[in-house]
């Protein structure tokens, strides 16, 4: 057997290739955490505002969409661009303006 090397590639080390002898042997993919996402806490009268805001077709609806998306424990900015279908820039700046007020 060769001399193992490590090989680190990608946005944020997120893959890992064990090489022996120029052969790929092992794969792994490592989750970065990034940034902690801002948790987003709403009142009713909030939450009430925001649904009557995205039911829009507008910018305004979009950014409100986030927010309902966003408020709750432990919900992903990735899994909300996903399941909105936009960019986790997007999600994260709209996010963010949210939590700051």
Not at 6 to 29: Q, T, Y
Not at 80 to 96: F, I, P, Q, Y
């Given at each position: 057997?060769?001399?193992?090397?490590?090989?680190?590639?990608?946005?944020?080390?997120?893959?890992?290739?064990?090489?022996?002898a120029?052969?790929?042997?092992?794969?792994?993919?490592?989750?970065?955490?990034?940034?902690?996402?801002?948790?987003?806490?709403?009142?009713?009268?909030?939450?009430?505002?925001?649904?009557?805001?995205?039911?829009?077709?507008?910018?305004?609806?979009?950014?409100?969409?986030?927010?309902?998306?966003?408020?709750?424990?432990?919900?992903?900015?990735?899994?909300?661009?996903?399941?909105?279908?936009?960019?986790?820039?997007?999600?994260r700046?709209?996010?963010?303006?949210?939590?700051?007020?």
């Amino acid at each position: 057997m060769g001399l193992a090397r490590l090989v680190i590639e990608g946005p944020a080390s997120s893959v890992i290739r064990l090489k022996v002898a120029s052969k790929i042997r092992m794969v792994l993919v490592v989750a970065h955490p990034g940034p902690s996402a801002a948790e987003i806490h709403l009142s009713e009268r909030e939450r009430a505002r925001l649904i009557g805001m995205s039911a829009e077709s507008s910018r305004v609806a979009v950014r409100a969409r986030i927010v309902l998306a966003c408020a709750g424990p432990g919900i992903s900015t990735a899994q909300v661009a996903l399941d909105l279908g936009l960019a986790k820039s997007a999600v994260r700046k709209w996010r963010a303006a949210f939590a700051r007020g």
